[in-house]
């Protein structure tokens, strides 16, 4: 089951501009969320986190939101770079010891 | 300070066979976790490991199993091969787990034939 939803499998935008990238879950008991960044033939790394306490959480140019009513969050990149071209994965903490990820969304920035 | 290291990075196997893949953690690290990426699916998790035991099995058969040693390097084992096995194999270290931001290796493809 899809427990952390990732509705756009794709995403391109044009430099400079703001990339939005969006994840939906289903398990209001989910505390603690993180977005990592994928490039091809590399293991994913952490980009940045947001816990349920926080509906924002900034560090440079990304910045998350999250909704709690609406379990969804999102993560905001600006100004998009080409280099941020790759796949975004998010995920969430769940049963303490386990992360749940989303089947990712391809950000491609157009320079 | 060295990565994740997984190997090998690529493996070919037949259906019926099994495959063993090793993971080193980056050092210091106890906890490790194996995801299994395919197309369309995301990672999804297989297991975590902290001090030698597992504390958490995602929703994957038997046939797929793992441990961890005392230097907290982990190994997995998937017996009795299928198809639909062939995936980007995924391990992640973290100090203790709980959450925290992983650490990833690069991966081991493995391709059954």
């Known amino acids: 089951d899809q427990q952390v939803k990732q509705n756009s499998p794709s995403l391109s935008v044009q430099e400079g501009r703001i990339s939005i990238l969006n994840c939906d879950y289903t398990?209001?008991?989910?505390?603690?969320f993180l977005w990592y960044k994928k490039y091809p033939a590399e293991g994913p790394t952490f980009l940045i986190s947001i816990s349920s306490i926080k509906d924002k959480n900034e560090d440079g140019r990304f910045t998350v939101f999250l909704n709690k009513s609406a379990k969804h969050l999102s993560l905001h990149i600006v100004p998009s770079q080409p280099g941020d071209s790759a796949v975004y994965f998010c995920?969430?903490?769940?049963?303490?010891?386990?992360?749940?990820f989303g089947a990712g969304t391809r950000l491609t920035v157009k320079p | 300070k060295a990565g994740v290291t997984q190997t090998p990075r690529y493996l070919i196997k037949t259906r019926g066979q099994q495959v063993t893949l090793s993971c080193s953690p980056i050092?210091?690290?106890?906890?490790v976790s194996w995801y299994q990426q395919t197309p369309g699916q995301g990672l999804q998790f297989l297991f975590e490991y902290f001090s030698e035991t597992q504390r958490n099995k995602g929703n994957f058969p038997g046939r797929f199993s793992g441990r961890q040693f005392s230097n907290s390097r982990s190994e997995m084992n998937v017996s009795t091969l299928e198809l639909g096995d062939s995936a980007l194999y995924l391990c992640?270290?973290?100090?203790?787990?709980?959450?925290?931001?992983?650490?990833f290796g690069d991966g081991t493809r493995l391709s059954i034939l």
């Open positions: 050092s210091g690290h106890r906890s």
């Open positions: 995920a969430t903490q769940y049963n303490n010891n386990d992360m749940r």
């Open positions: 992640a270290s973290s100090p203790t787990g709980g959450g925290q931001p992983q650490h």
């Open positions: 398990n209001s008991m989910f505390d603690y």
